[in-house]
């Protein structure tokens, strides 16, 4: 796909954003998950740091995760995180 090193797969990066919303917001407690989206907008290469940013809105909270070290490059956009 000519990307210069092997990149991380997609759902692997939707699921780690999931786990840290959770972790961080419901105290690990799954249960709490009304709903949980996301739009794959970059890749991630294995190794890198993301950053994931969180605002809060009126129905739960909204995010974007990206690479610090690619000139904060997007890997997840749109996130839509909505405890129960």
Do not use: Q
Request: glycine letters at 14%; hydrophobic letters at 45%.
């Amino acid at each position: 796909a000519g990307f210069p090193r092997p990149i991380l797969h997609g759902l692997c990066t939707y699921g780690m954003t999931c786990k840290a919303l959770v972790d961080n917001l419901l105290d690990g407690d799954v249960t709490g998950v009304k709903s949980y989206g996301a739009r794959m907008a970059g890749v991630v290469f294995p190794g890198e740091t993301l950053r994931l940013s969180v605002w809060k809105n009126d129905g739960g909270y909204e995010a974007v995760v990206t690479a610090p070290e690619r000139d904060n490059a997007v890997a997840l956009a749109g996130v839509e995180f909505v405890p129960a």
